[in-house]
């Protein structure tokens, strides 16, 4: 036997396997590498239709903050907004949403306040943490970041803020790094911040007394609706509070249309400085208005009503066309206890607001200028 040949052989064969088992090897990693990425596009598109499928404000930055972080494995993420004319606050305060809700929820005044090193935002900008530089970003985060990433919001050429993502990994994002990701990220969260923001602008306008900027009476009576079950279910008392200005029609007489029209405004000014952000208050129409306290006793809502009242009388109301206006206000109050809030929803609303009305009568009645507690109370 020719051992050359056989011990060739054996060369080659060990040489075929040894190819072999490497080329596997790499299929493998190939493999592998495929279904990370392909499990990286996964998480991509849940985020993305959980961020486009988002139809209020509150959905929308629970998604940043929550399945944004969760999904892209962030340590950090907070999201600036400028808010040049205190809009934003304003209508947050509208939704009801405090600041205690999304502490990683940030405002700036102008876009200058998000330029990084004297330069405008207009492209991501990837790399380590610095304290002079990052430190505003990340201010409400328990632990700071080792690598960031601050991307601009920008639509229709306009900044809306900036995301702000942190790693405490120091090489999630490196100044080198691609950006195509993020920047698509940011162009669809611009997109649906900007949706979110009209859509609750223009509900809340559908939903606000033009006049008074306070609610109007469809958004109190679905408000109340509302309220009843959630007070059902969490076993608390609400009071409701019918307020009518007194004489008001002698306002209009000595002072005209507008100088009512100051009233008015004034009127729900003072009322709602008296309120909690978790209260109600809405014009119920002509010079009425309704309040709806939650998780309030009878002795408080007549103590709220009384404030409401002093706040009113105590100090003359200046007009716009010049003068002053003594007004006085009338108010009937109605509680709704734990173990009478029963039956349909609808009916307990009606009733309820039918006897904080029966009790302003009896404050008209009385001499107005005060606070009367439903009788049956
Ligand atoms: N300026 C102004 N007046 C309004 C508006 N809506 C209703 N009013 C007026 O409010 C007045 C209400 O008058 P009344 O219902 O007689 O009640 P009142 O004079 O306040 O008397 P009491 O409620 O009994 O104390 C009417 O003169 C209405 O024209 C409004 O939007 N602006």
């Given at each position: 036997m020719d051992k050359s040949l056989t011990s060739g052989s054996n060369h080659l064969g060990d040489a075929t396997h040894n190819e072999v088992h490497i080329v596997r090897a790499q299929l493998q990693d190939l493999l592998v590498e495929a279904r990370h990425n392909q499990d990286i596009l996964n998480r991509h598109?849940?985020?993305?239709?959980?961020?486009?499928?988002?139809?209020?404000?509150?959905?929308?930055?629970?998604?940043?903050?929550?399945?944004?972080?969760?999904?892209c494995e962030l340590d950090q993420v907070t999201l600036s907004l400028v808010n040049s004319q205190h809009n934003l606050q304003?209508?947050?305060?509208?939704?009801?949403?405090?600041?205690?809700?999304?502490?990683?929820?940030?405002?700036?005044?102008?876009?200058?306040?998000?330029?990084?090193?004297?330069?405008?935002?207009?492209?991501?900008?990837?790399?380590?943490?610095?304290?002079?530089?990052?430190?505003?970003?990340?201010?409400?985060?328990?632990?700071?970041?080792?690598?960031?990433?601050?991307?601009p919001l920008i639509r229709q050429s306009k900044l809306l803020g900036s995301l702000n993502l942190g790693s405490m990994d120091?090489?999630?994002?490196?100044?080198?790094?691609g950006t195509d990701f993020v920047e698509r990220l940011a162009s669809i969260i611009a997109i649906c911040l900007e949706n979110v923001i009209n859509s609750e602008r223009l509900t809340q306008i559908s939903l606000t007394d033009a006049l008074t900027?306070?609610?109007?009476?469809?958004?109190?009576?679905?408000?109340?609706?509302?309220?009843i079950g959630r007070a059902r279910r969490q076993h608390y008392c609400i009071a409701c509070m019918y307020l009518d200005i007194d004489h008001f029609k002698n306002i209009n007489d000595q002072h005209g249309h507008q100088g009512g029209d100051d009233v008015l405004r004034?009127?729900?000014?003072?009322?709602?400085?008296?309120?909690?952000?978790s209260d109600?208050?809405?014009?119920?129409?002509?010079?009425?208005?309704?309040?709806?306290?939650?998780?309030?006793?009878?002795?408080?809502?007549?103590?709220?009503?009384?404030?409401?009242?002093?706040?009113?009388?105590?100090?003359?109301?200046?007009?716009?066309?010049?003068?002053?206006?003594?007004?006085?206000?009338?108010?009937?109050?109605?509680?709704l206890s734990d173990d009478h809030n029963l039956g349909e929803i609808d009916s307990t609303a009606n009733d309820l607001l039918l006897r904080a009305d029966r009790a302003l009568y009896q404050a008209k009645d009385q001499g107005r200028n005060c606070v009367r507690v439903a009788i049956d109370d």
């Open positions: 598109q849940t985020l993305d239709l959980q961020l486009i499928g988002s139809h209020s404000f509150r959905e929308l930055i629970q998604h940043i903050f929550v399945t944004l972080a969760e999904l304003d209508m947050l305060a509208d939704l009801k949403i405090d600041s205690t809700e999304f502490p990683f929820l940030l405002f700036v005044q102008s876009e200058t306040e998000l330029q990084i090193e004297a330069r405008p935002l207009k492209k991501p900008v990837l790399g380590n943490y610095e304290t002079d530089v990052h430190q505003i970003l990340f201010a409400p985060c328990f632990e700071q970041p080792i690598s960031v990433a601050i991307i120091a090489e999630r994002f490196s100044f080198d790094m900027n306070v609610s109007n009476r469809r958004y109190v009576e679905q408000r109340m609706l509302e309220e004034e009127v729900a000014k003072r009322i709602k400085a008296e309120l909690r952000l109600t208050i809405g014009r119920f129409g002509g010079e009425e208005f309704v309040v709806l306290l939650v998780n309030t006793s009878h002795a408080n809502a007549l103590m709220v009503a009384e404030r409401i009242r002093n706040s009113i009388a105590d100090k003359p109301f200046s007009l716009s066309m010049g003068g002053m206006c003594d007004v006085t206000i009338s108010i009937g109050i109605a509680t």
